[in-house]
């Protein structure tokens, strides 16, 4: 039961939630009826590791003990062999620490904005980006999110923004022009709906951006730290970027967000120019450190391809025995999602009575974000119940 305080106390912001959660183990959740719950949701993208992983569990305690903020007035160990690890992983350059998905996306803005002081890139101020992509709430990232549904109420916001649709490369290039100082994509579409910018988009627009001299920036927010098989999504087209945004699975659940900035741009940033109280803190570093130890020993960027393939055909079968229901399944690694022919509450809400959590998107379809160590009897289980839950619904259309 949903405590009537949540209504009274809490901000209106959110959907009325049915379910309260107290306790999560790998990939199981449990409510404080003591009902459990096969989480293919991972908090969004965040939980890739699996709820209270016992290494991360134990890092993060032993850092609560010794240190747990102190500011970025000093020079932080955690953060600097963090930011060595990230690099090594992204490519040379560096990195600058802060707290959510929206914030990261925040600094590649700002950054846009400082590399126009550049005397190559002087006079630009256009950020280029995708339609249908999502950045986040605050009023830059929400500037750069096309869609009407999040920016209702809110306009006017920044200047400087223009649109256009997602792997149509002739669109790209009519708008690239010489005011256009960055171009801003996601590498996979999360909240949109699941959709994959191609390989040949993104070396296009790598191709593009290089001759127009403009950034090309990547929110990896939702796709980053091995949810679709790579460690950073984009890393499958074989394309550099100038700069990268990070969140959500960089933590494990622990607030972190991040962005890295290539070698060449290296310096733009200077003392003044950007910061924040918590960002990068003892405490945030150390969960990122477990989460990467994590996915390190346990090989978990391969395991993402391995079930992501084993949830894929599973999904595509039932796409195939459910034709009136299901269009299409869409994404890759980890990152997927079921196209709905009808509005997928109904369904989503079925599933929840069945024991299995998954998440809405753009587009009607359902998101299915297991964490990167789930296991194939738990893809079974899932596949099973939402077998058993659209044979139902079907049954019921036909009535
Ligand atoms: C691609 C992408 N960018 C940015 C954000 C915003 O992240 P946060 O909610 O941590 O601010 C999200 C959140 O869903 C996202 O999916």
Not at 227 to 251: E, I, M, N, W
Not at 350 to 369: K, Q, T
Request: aromatic share 8%.
């Amino acid at each position: 039961m949903i405590s009537p305080d949540h209504k009274k106390f809490l901000l209106g912001n959110y959907a009325s939630p049915v379910l309260e959660i107290v306790r999560g183990e790998g990939t199981r959740l449990w409510d404080s009826e003591e009902r459990e719950f096969l989480d293919f949701t991972s908090g969004i993208a965040v939980t890739n590791i699996g709820h209270c992983h016992p290494q991360w569990t134990e890092k993060v305690s032993r850092q609560a003990q010794s240190l747990v903020h102190c500011s970025n007035l000093y020079s932080i160990p955690e953060q600097v062999r963090l930011a060595k690890r990230l690099t090594t992983a992204i490519g040379p350059g560096k990195m600058l620490f802060c707290n959510s998905g929206a914030e990261a996306n925040e600094g590649l803005i700002k950054f846009a904005r400082l590399a126009s002081e550049n005397p190559n890139f002087q006079g630009k101020h256009k950020i280029l980006v995708a339609d249908n992509g999502f950045h986040g709430r605050t009023m830059g990232a929400l500037s750069a999110t096309a869609s009407q549904k999040y920016r209702q109420g809110f306009e006017p916001l920044l200047d400087g923004f223009e649109f256009a649709p997602l792997n149509d490369l002739d669109s790209f290039d009519r708008k690239l022009d010489d005011e256009t100082v960055a171009v801003l994509v996601e590498s996979i579409q999360g909240e949109g709906g699941i959709h994959e910018a191609d390989d040949p988009f993104l070396q296009g627009l790598e191709k593009l951006c290089r001759e127009r001299k403009a950034l090309l920036m990547f929110d990896e927010v939702q796709s980053g730290i091995g949810r679709t098989g790579d460690f950073l999504g984009y890393q499958k087209a074989g394309v550099c970027p100038d700069a990268v945004a990070l969140a959500k699975g960089l933590g494990g659940g622990f607030p972190i967000g991040a962005f890295w900035i290539s070698e060449q741009w290296g310096e733009v940033f200077k003392p003044g120019s950007h910061g924040t109280t918590f960002g990068g803190s003892p405490m945030a570093c150390a969960a990122a450190h477990a989460v990467l130890d994590v996915i390190e020993n346990e090989g978990l960027v391969l395991a993402a391809k391995e079930n992501g393939l084993v949830l894929r055909d599973g999904l595509t079968r039932l796409t195939g025995l459910f034709p009136d229901l299901l269009e299409e399944v869409r994404g890759r690694g980890l990152m997927l999602a079921v196209a709905m022919k009808k509005d997928p509450a109904e369904l989503i809400g079925s599933l929840r009575e069945n024991g299995l959590l998954v998440v809405g998107a753009g587009g009607n379809s359902i998101r299915f974000l297991p964490p990167l160590n789930v296991r194939v009897n738990e893809i079974e289980q899932a596949l099973k119940i939402t077998e058993d839950v659209l044979s139902s619904l079907q049954s019921k259309q036909s009535k």
